[in-house]
């Protein structure tokens, strides 16, 4: 069964610190994996989109990277912010023929205090 | 360019009652899907429309329905609501049909809907 797994459930830091968030599949054949954040009643804003022949990508202070031979990923936030408190969702696409399908984790709640 | 618009914000409906929620997604978009989040069981995928054609189907009993018109506007109707259907519906948008490496999706900001 295709599964996308997040850890940790949630976590707590301190304003300017780093962390790192995981994200391990069991999806295939796998097409691509992205990360999103989703501030409170807000709708999910797109981070990051790998393909299988991608292992890193960055955007300002997120890096995500992508190990499709583990099938894991991380997603690795710097300098936190307190506006990067939200929920961070990795998706996994399964590919196949005729269409796509979604897989999405249940997220990472992160809490970034002062 | 304006982003993905979804109406109503919120609403209240009573048990056994019907709604239709409406998404207007990013102009030039052709596919919409559509998702339910709740605190339990997250982002779960509900359909998704592109070009006037469902596409893509969760596991979601038949009272779940949607339909795409010919400017991609979609709408999503839940006939005769339960409790558990509570949730924030979120709809996105994206170029071409979900899921594919190069289609980014662009969600909206979602309907809160209560059923009391």
């Known amino acids: 069964k295709n599964q996308v797994e997040q850890s940790p459930q949630s976590l707590i830091i301190l304003e300017g610190k780093n962390c790192t968030l995981q994200?391990?599949?069991?999806?295939?054949?796998?097409?691509?994996l992205r990360w999103y954040k989703q501030d409170t009643g807000r709708g999910p804003v797109s981070l990051t989109i790998m393909t299988f022949s991608e292992n890193t990508k960055s955007n300002g202070r997120y890096t995500a990277t992508l190990d499709a031979d583990t099938k894991q990923s991380s997603l690795h936030i710097t300098a936190s912010q307190l506006s990067d408190s939200a929920s961070y969702i990795c998706v996994v696409s399964e590919g196949r023929t005729g269409g796509f399908k979604t897989i999405f984790g249940a997220g990472t709640r992160l809490f970034v205090k002062a | 360019k304006a982003g993905v618009t979804q109406t109503p914000r919120y609403l209240i409906k009573t048990r056994g009652q019907q709604v239709t929620l409406s998404c207007s997604p990013i102009s030039g978009h052709r596919s919409v899907s559509w998702y339910q989040q709740t605190p339990g069981q997250g982002l779960q995928f509900l359909f998704e429309?592109?070009?006037?054609?469902?596409?893509n189907k969760g596991n979601f009993p038949g009272r779940f329905s949607g339909r795409q018109f010919s400017n991609s506007r979609s709408e999503m109707n839940v006939s005769t609501l339960e409790l558990g259907d509570s949730a924030l519906y979120l709809c996105?948008?994206?170029?071409?049909?979900?899921?594919?490496?190069?289609?980014?999706?662009?969600f909206g900001p979602g309907t809160r809907l209560t059923v009391l």
């Open positions: 429309y592109f070009s006037e054609t469902q596409r």
């Open positions: 996105a948008s994206s170029f071409g049909t979900s899921g594919g490496a190069l289609n980014e999706q662009f």
């Open positions: 994200c391990n599949y069991t999806v295939s054949p796998f097409s691509n």
